[in-house]
């Protein structure tokens, strides 16, 4: 069985590696964040798509004759969070919890306490959650897209201009939606940029840079749409999941 270390080693150079560290890693490395944060982080917060950027940069820096990894990795990560909290200059509100809670290490007063406050928030977002039917669940999707786009600058509705026509166009973004839902670091910076990393796309995909250029909005959409909680959205989207990457053409 592989070291941290070795598979470390192996994830600088195949990307395949690198996914499967980082989902084998995620736990620790929310913890080393809400340590730097005192607050319980998520995959949601900000926070998360810096210290996985920060996680990804200690891998690519990392030597075998450095010793142990997740020293290294732990230091690039607080660094990269203390960065961001600084420039930030707030924070949010969020359940307060030690970090000995991602590794299961909670004393049982503890752990019971947390439960009551987790089930506390759930039954009160349950209070106020009306029973809908599919148009409304249909507008509350559209809703919580509007606010998620609104970050990137679009809206919702300009998709309807830069939505691919041809099938060859089609066949492009959905390599680049495909190649940006497979690849972490790809995400966590589109996230925290709040724009599509058009170069470093192009590089993975294969899809050329004039392509994703026109059709950035439509992929930044389909992207959030395909990674987050949007059954009736992602309907549109299906042909997107039926096409291989390795048979897509990246034309114009």
């Known amino acids: 069985m592989e070291t941290l270390e070795e598979q470390v080693l ?3 150079t195949e990307e395949a590696a690198f996914n499967a560290l980082a989902e084998s890693q995620q ?3 929310l913890r080393t964040a809400s340590e730097v944060t005192h607050r319980y982080i998520t995959t949601s917060d900000d926070e998360w798509s810096i210290a996985l950027i920060a996680f990804h940069e200690a891998v690519q820096s990392y030597e075998a ?3 142990a990894f997740r020293p290294l990795a732990a230091t690039v990560i607080r660094r990269r969070v203390i960065d961001f909290l600084r420039s930030e200059g707030k924070y949010r509100d969020e359940l307060s919890v030690t970090p000995a809670a991602f590794e299961g290490n909670l004393e049982e007063e503890e752990a019971a306490g947390l439960n009551l406050q987790v089930q506390q928030r759930m039954a009160e977002e349950a209070a106020d959650a ?3 039917d599919a148009p409304s669940l249909a507008r509350a999707e559209i809703s919580e897209m509007q606010d998620i786009l609104k970050g990137y600058g679009f809206s919702f509705f300009d998709l309807a201009d830069c939505a691919p026509k041809s099938e060859k166009t089609r066949r492009g973004c959905a390599a ?3 190649t940006m839902l497979a690849t972490l670091t790809l995400l966590a910076l589109m996230r925290l940029k709040k724009l599509l990393p058009i170069r470093e796309l192009s590089e993975k995909s294969g899809v050329v840079k004039k392509l994703l250029e026109r059709h950035r909005r439509y992929i930044i959409a389909a992207t959030e749409i395909l990674d987050g909680d949007f059954p009736i959205l992602a309907e549109y989207l299906h042909y ?3 096409y291989k990457t390795a048979e897509v053409e990246a034309g114009t």
Do not use: N
């Open 27 to 29: 736990s620790w490395m």
């Open 130 to 132: 009306p029973t809908v």
């Open 10 to 12: 192996r994830a600088k």
């Open 240 to 242: 997107i999941r039926a």
């Open 65 to 67: 004759d450095k010793g």
């Open 176 to 178: 680049a939606v495909k």
